[in-house]
Every structure is written in structure tokens, then in C-alpha cells.
Nanobody, 128 residues
Framework: QVQLVESGGGLVQAGGSLRLSCAAS????????MAWFRQAPGKEREFVAR????????YYAEAVKGRITLSRDVAKNTMYLQMNSLKPEDTAVYYC?????????????????????WGQGSQVTVSS
């Protein structure tokens, strides 16, 4: 099992930047498909970005592509989400997640139901 703890959220003005961290313990993040999701008030949890288990490929939601970069440091067992050019619509609680299973359908990786482990969430608020 893996435990996930997010940090780095906060309040930032539109156009600003934040970097979220997801520190894992219990097992290496290389064992999991890792992802970031977010949930705004009154909305469903939505996919933001994910990284392959090999760590060589990243995927992004269209709404954040070009502004957000996902990376990981295996030695620190930590995943990061660098967010630039933030917009008020990026305001949400951001969650890191880990999935132990692989699927023949990659569409599963974009749904929160596929992920087995979640962090507690980190609030990101972008003011206009």
C-alpha cells in the first residue's frame, strides 16, 4: 500500500504560479500509475494530469495543457505539479492519486474511479 500527502497549495493571483507536491510513502511511486485530479465546489472530480509508470510519458487535460507540468522524483518518492499562468477557473482542491492496476483501455486512467489511493487534497485558490 502507498500513502499520499499533498502540499503546496494556497492563494495566488491570476497569472501566478504554484507547485504542488505529492509525497508518497510505503511503496515506490514507480509501482503505480500516478495522477492529479481536482474538484471545484459543486463539481465532479476531474482529471488534470497523469504520468506513466515508467515515468517517460505525461498526459494532460486540455484545460491545463501548456500551463501545467507534471514531474516526479523517484529518489524522493514524490510527484509534482507545476502550475503556471493560473486562472480563477483553476480554483479547486487538488488530489494526487495512485492506481495499481493497468487497463487495456486507457480511458480508464482519466476517471477517478480507477485510482485506489488518494491524498487528502490541497486547496488552490486563484483570485481574479
Amino acid at each position: 500500500q502507498v500513502q499520499l500527502v499533498e502540499s503546496g497549495g494556497g492563494l495566488v493571483q491570476a497569472g501566478g504560479s504554484l507547485r504542488l507536491s505529492c509525497a508518497a510513502s510505503g511503496r515506490s511511486i514507480r509501482s503505480y500509475l500516478m495522477a492529479w485530479f481536482r474538484q471545484a465546489p459543486g463539481k465532479e472530480r476531474e482529471f488534470v494530469a497523469r504520468i506513466s509508470r515508467a515515468g517517460d510519458t505525461t498526459y494532460y487535460a486540455e484545460a491545463v495543457k501548456g500551463r501545467i507540468t507534471l514531474s516526479r522524483d523517484v529518489a524522493k518518492n514524490t510527484m509534482y505539479l507545476q502550475m503556471n499562468s493560473l486562472k480563477p477557473e483553476d480554483t479547486a482542491v487538488y488530489y494526487c492519486a495512485a492506481a495499481s492496476r493497468l487497463s487495456t483501455s486507457r480511458s480508464h486512467y482519466y476517471t477517478s474511479a480507477w485510482y485506489d489511493y488518494w491524498g487528502q487534497g490541497s486547496q488552490v485558490t486563484v483570485s481574479s
